[in-house]
């Protein structure tokens, strides 16, 4: 997929999504937000950035001739790289088994923001789906986006795991924008409990204040979804899972372009946001 010019002057958003933890559905998150936004009409690219162990494409059943590691090295173009996937949302997989891309040079974090600031010109929003946990390689992807979505489950090590992240986000970047969505829920009381558990240490021991971003119920039609390889908001776009990534989607979809941040999503002291998201499912 080529992505077509623009005669307007607007941006792509860049969102990052993110986990401290592997196995909380990171990847489920970002490709089924990147379709929702797509179902929205917007134009949405998404990047597979766990640069050497990738599994976007794998996710949708694409089968890829390049990745980004040949973006990385400066043999393609990411136009030249990315595939079309379902609701034309463009697609920019990764390698499988590449150790040596767990460790970018700084020539190829180069590469990668050049291509990625040439590519806002042509999207809505550009989707980062980083790999786990707190390397280089995630930590500099992360400060390329403008708001982080932090994804976590009720597992107490994915809370640790999450809020460390967080720390170490706003250790490098202070002004980091970052909103959690906490994953295998059973209503919105336990995603805002979760929510309000990072949150309240982060403020008290880091001096900053998580947005909440919502929440994904368990719904096993996610795993249904996921072994036919299609996104569960095309598959079964009434289920309870889908129905909360296309209300984040279209929460997403009002993020404000300045810099007061985000518009409906709030810390701990928003009063607004608790409502809509908890009635999602």
Not at 10 to 25: F, H, N
Request: hydrophobic letters at 45%; one cysteine or more; glycine letters at 10%.
């Amino acid at each position: 997929m080529t992505p077509q010019s623009t005669s307007t002057q607007k941006r792509a958003t860049v969102l990052a999504v993110t986990s401290g933890k592997g196995g909380v559905g990171k990847t489920n998150l970002a490709i089924n937000v990147s379709v929702a936004l797509a179902r929205l009409g917007h134009r949405v690219a998404i990047v597979d950035a766990d640069f050497g162990l990738g599994n976007i494409d794998v996710m949708l059943g694409l089968t890829p001739n390049a990745h980004v590691g040949h973006i990385l090295s400066g043999e393609k173009s990411l136009p030249d790289v990315m595939m079309e996937g379902p609701r034309g949302l463009g697609v920019v997989p990764a390698g499988s088994g590449l150790q040596p891309l767990t460790a970018l040079t700084m020539s190829q974090r180069e590469r990668l923001t050049t291509a990625l600031e040439q590519a806002r010109a042509s999207f809505d929003f550009l989707v980062l789906d980083t790999a786990t946990g707190i390397s280089d390689n995630v930590i500099e992807t992360l400060k390329l986006a403008e708001h982080v979505l932090l994804m976590t489950s009720l597992d107490p090590a994915a809370l640790v795991d999450a809020y460390a992240l967080a720390k170490v986000l706003w250790q490098a970047s202070s002004t980091a924008e970052i909103g959690l969505v906490v994953n295998g829920v059973r209503d919105g009381m336990e995603g805002r409990l979760a929510f309000r558990q990072i949150d309240l240490a982060a403020a008290r021991f880091l001096g900053h204040h998580l947005h909440y971003f919502g929440f994904i119920p368990d719904d096993p039609a996610v795993r249904e979804s996921m072994l036919i390889q299609r996104p569960i908001v095309d598959h079964l776009p009434q289920s309870p899972a889908s129905r909360c990534f296309r209300l984040l989607a279209t929460r997403l979809a009002t993020l404000s372009a300045g810099p007061g941040g985000l518009r409906l999503l709030g810390g701990a002291g928003s009063t607004g946001v608790a409502i809509g998201v908890e009635q999602c499912a």
